[in-house]
């Protein structure tokens, strides 16, 4: 089997009304994809989509003509396309689901098939007001959530507090909370001050008491004594971080340096599929979680729910989830069906082989940039 071709569609999905991410300072009216298809001489094709791609085509002749089936290979090869340009494991994720397909077989089956289902949590995107942080809490757990994320702004800390705290308040202990700080996530031209170590850790103290279950990138990535010392004041509190980090390397530090309780590595858009596989089990060795960062595209969330429920991750599965603003249907416009969680808050691992991506070739067709 030869790898003929590698296309890559950029569709554009025009929101309106537009999303307002905590992340960014300005409102996001629209919605960029690439989707990654994998064409072989046998007629397998493989789908991928999560980072843009942005500049693929620079590297394109290292893939084609060679086996789609040769993975560490093509890991390799990404690696070194990603020192000189953008990140493409969309790229390996297309490969995976060739691979699956070959074998008849859900890629999750084939990194270890430890559960055909995980328990997700809501990650919300949006800052909002107590009070609309509650109502969108009581929809959460009505669709069938038991756990969500609430973002902290690092300027409105005070805000984000009462938010967490009211959620807290309304629903009980029974629901658990997470909190995402975004310290070591950037928008392009954001060169403002990260909050440093002392405000931070009366922030921690502030949400240990609202029991939490972790809270998210509290700190950049580098600042490992920081991040140890938060989990030492404060052991009722789980510390995450590693969604973004790019350097397999560094992440094997943190593990030697026992620095994270969870650890967050995306599949499509930091370290890729195999090495997320290698990273997840060693932090498993160390009695350490893996729950990879899932907030990207439905093919996206995918990838990492198979490399996840092989190796065993949890014990949540990141679902982006913010309605009204971030729904299933926009966050999926490019599949067949938006993926949803079942009535026990659970999202199951779909049983075709790859990696069950059905793509929507009128909503494709629709919003491709030509």
């Known amino acids: 089997m030869k790898i003929t071709n590698i ?9 309106d009304p537009p999303f307002r991410a905590a992340w960014d300072p300005e409102p996001r009216r ?11 001489d046998e007629g397998v094709t493989g789908i991928g989509s999560g980072d843009l791609m942005d500049g693929f085509e620079t590297y394109k002749h290292l893939f084609v003509g060679e086996d789609p089936l040769a993975i560490t290979q093509h890991v390799k090869a990404i690696e070194t396309a990603n020192f000189h340009g953008a990140y493409y494991w969309p ?11 070959v074998h008849g077989r859900p890629v999750s089956e084939l990194f270890g098939n430890s559960a055909r289902k995980l328990p997700a949590y809501a ?11 509650v109502k969108m809490a009581l929809e959460v757990r009505e669709a069938g959530f038991r756990a969500m994320k609430i973002r902290i702004d690092r300027n ?12 807290r308040e309304e629903l009980g202990d029974d629901f658990e909370i997470m909190v995402d700080l975004n310290q070591s996530w950037r928008m392009a031209g ?11 850790r009366k922030t921690i103290a502030r949400l240990a008491e609202l029991d939490v279950f972790w809270v998210e990138e ?3 990535y580098a600042d490992l004594a920081g991040l140890k010392q938060l989990r030492a004041e404060n052991p009722g509190v789980r510390i995450a971080a590693g969604e973004m980090h790019h350097s397999p390397t560094e992440l094997l530090r943190y593990l ?7 650890y967050q590595m995306d599949v499509v858009l930091a370290v890729g599929m195999h090495r997320a596989r290698m990273l997840a089990e060693l932090a498993q060795v160390k009695h350490r979680q893996f729950t990879p960062h899932s907030w990207t595209n439905g093919i996206g969330v995918l990838a990492n729910l198979h490399v996840c429920a092989g190796v065993g991750g949890g014990p949540f599965f990141e679902f982006p989830y913010d309605p009204p603003g971030w729904t299933p249907e926009r966050r999926d416009f490019m599949l067949a069906e938006p993926l949803r969680i079942n009535s026990d808050g659970e999202l199951q691992v779909p049983d075709k082989p790859g990696l069950g991506v059905e793509l929507n070739e009128d909503a494709i067709n629709r919003w491709r940039i030509k």
């Open 7 to 15: 296309a890559l569609d950029r569709l554009r999905l025009e929101l």
């Open 30 to 40: 629209h919605f960029d994809v690439t989707l990654v298809r994998v064409h072989t």
């Open 91 to 101: 790229l390996e994720a297309a490969l995976w689901d060739i691979i699956g397909k």
């Open 123 to 133: 990650s919300s995107g949006e800052l909002k007001s107590p009070e609309e942080r």
């Open 156 to 167: 409105l800390v005070d805000e984000g507090i009462a938010a967490v705290r009211a959620v």
């Open 190 to 200: 954001d060169t403002a001050h990260a909050s440093d170590l002392a405000k931070t």
């Open 218 to 220: 509290p700190l950049p």
């Open 256 to 262: 030697e340096e026992d620095v994270l309780d969870i």
